[in-house]
């Protein structure tokens, strides 16, 4: 009978250092696969972000672009890039028998949205935020627009966009 009992309890033994053993290796993958999920969710937000700022700008200008309705300038000119420091893109539409403008431009570390006349006096922190950027350029000659965007990485990202419509901003 000693050596049934001691039989088992080395069944019992054997069974627990299996069970340990499994334990183990299902939390050394558990802690790869978090490892690995960790890296893809960086990636993916890094270029979720590279991606997103100008795909937006082209995304708005593709919306708005008709004709004489698309210029680049600055914040306070539309004709004169150099009038401060904003670089502003300009998207015209009428509404209603009026005329509007869309301003895109960057601003106190974002790249912002701001709808209005343009007889409006607005200052550059009434836009809307849009999203958070280090730099923001325009570039444009004839019909095409060049728009680079610096994201938080310190990555510059830059798409070049043909314009359909001619000539300047006309109310």
């Known amino acids: 009978m000693n050596s049934k009992t001691r039989k088992h309890e080395i069944d019992n033994v054997f069974v627990l250092l299996l069970f340990t053993l499994f334990a183990g290796c299902v939390l050394m993958v ?19 972000n590279a991606r997103t700022g100008v795909r937006y700008i082209a995304a708005k200008l593709r919306h708005g672009d008709e004709s004489a309705c698309v210029q680049a300038g600055s914040f306070t000119d539309k004709n004169n890039r150099n009038a401060d420091e904003i670089p502003t893109l300009y998207l015209g539409m009428r ?10 431009y960057y601003y106190d570390g974002y790249i912002r949205e701001l709808l209005c006349m343009e007889e409006d006096e607005l200052d550059p922190e009434d836009g809307q935020e849009v999203l958070q950027a280090t730099s923001f350029s325009l570039e444009q000659e004839g019909n095409l627009l060049k728009v680079s965007v610096g994201d938080e990485n310190g990555e510059k990202h830059t798409v070049s966009l043909a314009i359909r419509s001619e000539g300047e901003v006309e109310p």
């Not at 509404?95 to 895109?104: L, M, P």
């Open 95 to 104: 509404a209603e028998g009026e005329f509007y403008y869309t301003k895109i």
């Open 30 to 48: 558990l802690l790869l696969g978090a490892s690995s999920y960790e890296k893809v969710v960086e990636r993916d937000a890094k270029a979720y």
